[in-house]
């Protein structure tokens, strides 16, 4: 049977002491793999958090952006429609430009037509009346070449956009609703009516 070895004191001491140390050293070494795990977890989170904030930056701008782009849209959408209106306004002063001028001669016009209707007996007065019909006539074509034009009327279904009543009556010979008489010529400029005509009205 083989003899045990006995240890001396300081070997014993020496032996608890690297026993110690070892453990020391353990220790240090799970200290720093916790700190450095920490460290990373750390690290990890600040990624995170700079990820989110650069996220969120990203989506405001995206954002942003398409607030700007539909504000853009809209005012061209604005400039599109004022550009539109000032044509058709330009359009349609050209087109009635002469409106006014118009409605100042239709009276001429009628009291021309009164005057025509006179019958006459001696030759000056004759000869007045074709020097008024000449001029009148005249009149009628150069209003013709801005684009007025004489409302039908007589033998027409009664149209209240182009007809003004001012009578009904019953004539034989006539439909209902049927204008029998002009008592003052409608007048239109182009597609507008300027006046309409005043007229009796078949019951």
């Known amino acids: 049977m083989a003899e045990e070895t006995k240890q001396t ?3 014993q001491n020496g032996e608890a002491k690297n026993t110690e140390q070892t453990e020391e050293k353990v220790d240090d070494v799970q200290e720093e793999t ?9 690290n990890e989170e600040k990624r995170v958090e700079e990820k989110s904030e650069e996220q969120l930056k990203i989506e405001q701008l995206e954002k942003e952006k398409e607030e700007l782009h539909n504000r853009l849209l809209r005012v061209y959408a604005d400039y599109d429609n004022f550009r539109r209106r000032t044509r058709e306004e330009k359009e349609r002063d050209a ?3 002469a409106q006014s001028l118009v409605e100042d001669i239709l009276p ?6 009164r005057a025509l209707t006179v019958q006459t007996t001696n030759e000056e007065s004759k000869s007045i009346l074709q020097g008024m019909e000449m001029v009148y006539r005249q009149l009628l074509e150069a209003l013709k070449k801005e684009g007025v034009s004489v409302i039908e009327a007589v033998g027409k279904p009664f149209d209240p956009n182009y007809h003004e009543a001012v ?9 209902s609703n049927i204008v029998v008489e002009e008592l003052q010529k409608g007048y239109m400029l182009k597609d507008r009516v300027i006046r309409p005509s005043m007229v009796k009205v078949n019951s």
């Open 167 to 175: 009578m009904q009556v019953n004539e034989e010979g006539y439909e």
């Open 34 to 42: 916790k700190n450095d795990d920490c460290k990373k977890d750390a």
């Open 108 to 113: 001429v016009l009628d009291n021309f037509e």
């Open 9 to 11: 004191p300081e070997e």
């Open 95 to 97: 087109k009635y430009r």
